[in-house]
């Protein structure tokens, strides 16, 4: 007998997220993934000015809002002719790699680890750590007092978890830590975006934040203290679990996708763009040997099961954001984007397959890993430590620019809008390939589309009724439907772009169990 276990909404993620799930003898048969709130943002900037763009797409996250900003900027500028000065490509480059290097243990730490740690485990910790202790002591209090949020409400431990004290005592000393660090490397990225979040530094044609010494000496001081907690806590963190009590996930393939990657490329390294710290490309049907070029031409998107109107799918140029809800068969306000007619995984998987990074791939491979959850988990690890190598060479270069005298960090030839132009900003943003597009007529924005990471991996079933990535990776996983916990491993594994409670509502019956 088949059970449909609906969780609404998705906790411990970004944004308003439905997912529904066939269970049948013990394993999911079908599922559907449904974005249930719409913002209107591209709607919100039809008419203005396009310059304005940047900070309203600034606002459709409170998490990777520079990625935004800066896209929007980049699609702006390729309309306008702008070029961008090499020490403002430099600040960008800081000011967003700061926000990477905060969203990747955050979403380990914060969103992830709790899917696997028996909580309290911690009263059973019988070490001489007076750090440990004092978490220990600090978590019992809040259980004897009843105020466990954010450490509770939680699913029930199971085969996966991990229950020995030490171990969970100490992770849960690095999510305490992870928190400190969060808050630095939103201060690095402060430092040179004026301010966190919501910057208000990118500018179409450059910045306008003019770093001083005491800035960059402030900058690599925040950047040495954040580094040194993700090379020497995050990083190990993740490897351990990952060849450890996960493993026997992480061999079974749990969590696999479509089988389809794609990334962008982002990161400039010089002023042209065409050398990137990530590069683009495209990976089917898991040939990781075989890396197709990156054609931006390629992407559509379709609306079939979505709350629009609109026909067969059209590239983003093309694309519009006409809500219908009476439309019959739709179920989300999310888009089902594909590259070559084709579902695509985004994201730090797919960046690293694409990239190469032979850490990564030598992990995967000496443990026998397939793609799935837990080397989604892996690769964002392992992508991190490239950002933070990444991060000290660009401040290096900064410095060496900046001590030769006063340099442009702005193209003021470029500032005043096209009376019409076309432009398409494209990088990758720490949940995966990003992208906007913007027309321009009469000096105002005539259309705006954004194609961003969660939409492509969180997608419906589109055109051809092939599901998203997402859908693809809940079917076949086993699933007790008293204690779903695998299924929310899986969808956060994506880091979707955060809601409070999560329900089971029974198929049969309006019984809710609160969990």
């Given amino acids: 007998m088949s ?41 919100i900037i039809q008419g203005r000015d396009p310059r304005d763009a940047v900070y309203i797409t600034e606002r459709v996250c409170g998490v990777c809002m520079a990625s935004h900003g800066w896209t929007s900027a980049m699609a702006v500028e390729t309309a306008h002719g702008a070029n961008v000065p090499t020490a403002a490509r430099l600040i960008r480059n800081l000011l967003v790699g700061a926000l990477w290097l905060h969203d990747h243990p955050l979403h380990f730490y914060h969103l992830s680890a709790l899917d696997y740690l028996d909580i309290l485990a911690v009263k059973d910790y019988q070490g001489n750590d007076a750090r440990l202790i004092g978490v220990k002591e600090r978590i019992m209090k809040l259980v004897d007092g009843g105020d466990t949020a954010p450490l509770f409400p939680r699913y029930e431990p199971d085969e996966f978890s991990v229950t020995d004290p030490e171990i969970v005592t100490t992770v849960l000393s690095h999510y305490l830590q992870a928190l400190q660090i969060q808050a630095k490397a939103k201060k690095m990225s402060a430092v040179l975006g004026g301010k ?46 990952a060849t450890g009590p996960l493993l026997p996930l992480a061999k079974s393939g749990f969590g696999q996708g479509p089988g389809n990657y794609l990334a962008y490329g982002g990161f400039n390294l010089d002023d042209s763009g065409k050398e990137k710290l990530f590069k683009g490309g495209f990976i089917q049907n898991n040939r990781i040997e075989n890396i197709e070029k990156f054609d931006e031409s390629l992407i559509t998107e379709a609306v079939t099961n979505s709350w629009y109107r609109a026909a067969a799918p059209v590239h983003p140029w093309n694309g519009t954001t006409d809500v219908n809800l009476d439309k019959q068969g739709a179920y989300t306000f999310i888009k ?24 990564f791939k030598e992990l995967v491979e000496k ?71 913007v027309q321009i007529e009469d000096k105002k924005v005539k259309n705006y589309q954004m194609v961003v990471p969660t939409t492509w991996n969180v997608s419906p079933r589109d055109d051809k009724n092939i599901r998203g990535p997402l859908e693809q990776a809940l079917i076949g996983i086993t699933v007790d439907e008293n204690n779903p916990v695998n299924v929310v491993r899986v969808i956060r594994s994506f880091d979707p772009c955060l809601a409070c409670a999560v329900h089971v509502i029974g198929s049969n019956s309006e019984k809710m169990i609160q969990i």
């Fill in 196 to 241: 966190q979040p919501h910057q208000s530094s990118i500018i179409v044609g450059g910045v306008t934040v003019y770093p001083t010494a005491e800035n960059i000496k402030d900058f690599r001081r925040l950047l040495t203290e954040v580094v040194h907690f993700i090379r020497t806590v995050y990083v190990p963190d993740v490897v351990s679990f």
């Fill in 3 to 43: 059970k449909r276990i609906v969780i609404d909404p998705v906790t411990r993620i970004e944004g308003h997220l439905r997912v529904e799930v066939i269970v049948e003898d013990g394993k999911v048969v079908d599922a559907w993934t449904k974005g249930t709130m719409f913002r209107g943002l591209e709607q």
């Fill in 336 to 359: 089902a984007p594909r590259y070559k007619g084709l579902p695509a995984e985004v994201g730090p998987l797919a960046r690293m397959l694409v990239y190469g990074y032979r850490p």
């Fill in 367 to 437: 443990y026998e890993m397939k793609f799935g959850a837990v080397t989604r988990h892996l690769a964002r690890a392992q992508e991190a430590l490239i950002v933070c190598d990444a991060m000290f060479k660009w401040v290096e270069e900064l410095e060496a620019l900046l001590a030769t005298g006063r340099v442009n960090i702005h193209d003021a030839n470029s500032w005043e809008p096209p009376v019409a132009g076309k432009g398409a900003g494209l990088t990758e943003a720490p949940r995966g390939a990003l992208g906007h597009w």
